[in-house]
């Protein structure tokens, strides 16, 4: 089944430890990027990546990390966590970009006490 | 920067209902334009697409317009049923060399009533 998976589904963790969310698609597309959903403000891109090893900025890099040594994983990294950065996270992946079809993953609950 | 304004919601209509929810748009130079749509405690979904001016994109009754003259990307469903209740995004790809650049608009709750 095609499908985009992120790991681990809920997280609740302290201000200042690092933590890892890791996203993987078995479709072999391209495209994959990190998305962060708050209310009243919609869902806001954090980092993209158009292909190995090829990253860039969405909106709101800061405080945030990734890295795309293979085509099927996009880890998002928090260096340092801290309250603000609690939010709902979602990864998502299509073919080539994004007039391709996005699919999303289930989504991350981070709460950071 | 690129920026999408969508209508305040949330918004509440009895099944068979006409549903419009509007979409404005801030970009540079030729952007692509998108409507989402997120179902309760699912991710998000592509509802449809439009990717140059004048171009109508449609889905599942779902149609919107790219109006370039008045850079805007209106939703809109001649009748609505009650399993379309979810949360509505508009959103914008840029041009140029932010091609993989997604920005959303906040989101349009829409509930639908038998």
């Known amino acids: 089944e095609a499908q985009v998976t992120q790991n681990p589904r809920y997280l609740i963790t302290v201000t200042g430890k690092k933590l890892t969310v890791t996203c993987s698609q078995n479709m072999n597309h391209e495209y994959m990027s990190w998305y962060r959903q708050d209310p009243g403000l919609g869902l806001r891109q954090i980092y993209y990546?158009?292909?190995?090893?090829?990253?860039d900025k969405g909106d709101v890099p800061e405080g945030y990390k990734v890295s795309r040594k293979e085509k099927r994983n996009f880890p998002l990294i928090l260096e340092s966590p801290s309250p603000n950065q609690t939010s709902l996270y979602f990864c998502a992946s299509s073919a080539r970009g994004l007039t391709d079809t996005q699919y999303f993953g289930p989504g991350t609950r981070l709460t950071v006490l | 920067g690129n920026s999408v304004t969508q209508m305040e919601g949330p918004v509440t209509l009895s099944e068979e209902a006409f549903l419009t929810i509007n979409c404005t748009y801030t970009?540079?130079?030729?952007?692509?334009l998108f409507w989402y749509v997120q179902y309760p405690g699912e991710g998000l979904q592509l509802l449809l697409k439009?990717?140059?001016?004048?171009d109508k994109g449609s889905n599942k009754g779902f149609e919107a317009t790219y109006r370039k003259e008045t850079t805007s990307f209106h939703l809109e469903k001649g009748s609505v049923q009650v399993s379309d209740s979810a949360v509505y995004f508009c959103?914008?790809?840029?041009?140029?060399?932010?091609?993989?650049?997604?920005?959303f608009g906040q989101g349009t709750i829409l509930t639908v009533h038998p």
């Open positions: 959103a914008l790809r840029g041009g140029g060399t932010s091609y993989g650049k997604l920005t």
């Open positions: 970009a540079t130079g030729y952007p692509s």
């Open positions: 439009a990717t140059k001016a004048d």
């Open positions: 990546s158009m292909n190995v090893e090829v990253t």
